[in-house]
């Protein structure tokens, strides 16, 4: 994982990048390459746009962007594209995530993650990424 220097963007990415190792490292190991060990990594291009690299494919993937055309080389389903996007709306704008990603209103998670899921959940809010609960 490479470490950028510490603006606000940098940091939140720096730390968008940690979660995505945590979801690789416990559950189904999602972003993580089985076979090589690989994990996905998301950056940022001269432009300041941020780009996912994903881990199967080696394919460089807009992640400000994710029409289906655009990720035809992801190698996750639509629920895991669109949890990149929020990422990426939260490393540009700080826009912080919603626990309902992980899990339903009633605590049944989402991504067939069992009891790891607060795993993920935890390291979501120990980096300030998860919004705080309304209530």
């Known amino acids: 994982m490479t470490l950028y220097p510490a603006t606000d963007r940098q940091r939140r990415l720096n730390a968008a990048n940690a979660l995505i190792q945590v979801i690789a490292s416990c559950g189904k190991q999602f972003f993580r390459n089985k076979s090589t060990g690989q994990v996905a990594e998301l950056t940022f291009d001269w432009g300041g746009r941020v780009w996912l690299t994903d881990e199967v494919t080696g394919q460089r993937l807009p992640a400000y962007d994710t029409t ?9 389903g639509q629920q895991l594209r669109f949890f990149i ?28 993650y ?11 809010a120990t980096a300030d990424i998860l919004a705080k609960s309304k209530g």
């Open 114 to 124: 069992g009891d790891d899921i607060w795993q993920v959940i935890a390291a979501a």
């Open 68 to 76: 289906a055309h655009n990720w035809r080389h992801f190698s996750h």
């Open 85 to 112: 996007r929020y990422l990426c709306e939260y490393i540009l704008d700080g826009r912080k995530l919603e626990q309902s990603i992980f899990v339903h209103n009633d605590g049944q998670e989402r991504w067939g």
